[in-house]
């Protein structure tokens, strides 16, 4: 019995559904999607963002280099980030597992233990902007307030992040 031109056409579609489901599944399971279910942390950890990219570039490169989604549709790897401007993005909740810190001696620590708060610049080689001096003071008073201590990426492993200048502008402000 040969099969006629309409049941191989079908036949055809089904076995391109079947494909199209394969590689939606394939790209689900490679999505890494954090979920915000740790414990509170109460160490924030303070970064510089190494150059002048601001949120939307620097999500763009995380979501290529790891993909590793929040809950809050962002795949940059800081919590928090201000700009240059003073504007203050939320990527992802305190309790989520963050992708900032990484320790060779505590694999994993750090991202699931601290907020990772970025800014935006190379604070090695200038100082920041006022207006996001003024948003970053806000935020570190508003942990403070919590309980929560602050360090600065240098302090767990060896970097100069988040730069000489923040550094300075956080012992300056007594948060170090």
Partial sequence: MTKTFLEKLIEKAKLKLLILRLQLRVIFLRQKLTIPNLPEPKIVVVHHGGGNWGFNKINKSHRFKWGFKSSLGYYIGYHKFIEFTGKLYIARRDNEEGA?????????????????????????????????????????????????????????????????????????????
């Avoid at 991202?111 to 935006?120: A, C, P, T």
């Avoid at 570190?140 to 360090?151: H, M, N, Q, T």
């Fill in 100 to 176: 900032h810190c990484v320790d060779p001696a505590n694999p994993g620590y750090w991202n699931k233990n601290s907020v990772g708060l970025g800014v935006q610049g190379n604070t090695d080689l200038q100082n920041s902007p006022e207006w996001l001096l003024i948003t970053l003071k806000s935020e570190l008073d508003s942990y403070v307030a919590r309980g929560f201590e602050i360090k600065y990426h240098g302090q767990i492993v060896p970097t100069t992040c988040p730069g000489r200048y923040l550094k300075e502008w956080l012992k300056d402000n007594r948060y170090i």
